[in-house]
């Protein structure tokens, strides 16, 4: 979608958005050469705040080719923020409903019509507790091999330093740096030809990933931990803790002071 087309609720959304995202934080943008000119395109960002969409919006939107953003379905359902929503084409995702595919379609449908569709594969806020990216769905992937398409890794940093994840109370001041950095396409090629089968959707899914997350280490200036955080992995390991702590002990662990 070129600059020409970007519409009336897109340009009323920046006027909105823009001048306090100006006021509030300074930005350090790199990469938008890899935004590609024309064509469908995926983009694939870590998330780590609440209001890190407004921030890699803003990014984009400068280069002329803006997101169609994957979002919540609640978000469509009423109200001024519904109606942005809808008139800047978000896409609404039903999340363990019918019409969970529905979002799938609409991406796909998107990307071949020449547009952007920016996923946050993650899903939701990163839990990782040093704000790295967490092992993410297979959202994008799926996208990805079905349309062939470009898939632009981004990272960004500085929104969550002004309101980290599940915090309600922002600290703008001092002002905050934005920065977002994008990459060259990640190389999916060699998928191409295979059945889009769980396990060739985990590995796409982690080339994805760690994309994202060299550019975040290049932000960052530090090095992310070698295995993502699971969060069902870390659930799996508190409920097995909390199981061991509360089982009585066997006979096994048992002195002969205890039978005495």
Not at 194 to 221: C, D, F, N, S
Request: charged letters at 25%; aromatic letters at 10%; hydrophobic letters at 40%.
């Amino acid at each position: 979608m070129s600059r020409r087309r970007i519409g009336f609720w897109y340009r009323l959304a920046a006027v909105i958005a823009k001048p306090p995202l100006v006021v509030l934080f300074k930005r350090d943008w790199r990469g938008m050469e890899h935004i590609p000119a024309d064509g469908g395109f995926i983009t694939a960002v870590n998330h780590n705040s609440h209001i890190d969409p407004f921030s890699y919006a803003h990014f984009q939107y400068n280069t002329g080719r803006v997101p169609r953003f994957l979002a919540k379905d609640g978000l469509f359902k009423g109200g001024f923020v519904a109606k942005v929503m809808k008139g800047t084409g978000q896409i609404p995702v039903y999340r363990e409903t019918s019409n969970a595919l529905d979002a799938f379609r609409a991406a796909v449908d998107a990307i071949e019509r020449g547009e952007c569709v920016a996923f946050y594969p993650e899903g939701t806020l990163t839990r990782d507790p040093d704000m790295w990216p967490m092992a993410a769905k297979s959202g994008a992937a799926r996208v990805a091999l079905k349309t062939k398409c470009p898939v632009v890794p981004v990272a960004q940093w500085g929104a969550n330093l002004a309101l980290p994840p599940y915090s309600k109370k922002p600290s703008f001041f001092p002002r905050k740096t934005l920065q977002v950095k994008a990459g060259a396409p990640v190389d999916l090629s060699r998928f191409y030809d295979k059945e889009p089968t769980a396990e060739v959707l985990r590995e796409v899914t982690e080339t994805i990933m760690a994309a994202i997350t060299e550019l975040l280490e290049e932000v960052r200036g530090e090095k992310a931990p070698e295995t993502p955080y699971d969060p069902r992995r870390a659930r799996r390991e508190q409920r097995r803790k909390a199981a061991g702590a509360t089982a009585p002990p066997s006979t096994a662990d048992s002195t002969p002071e205890d039978s005495k």
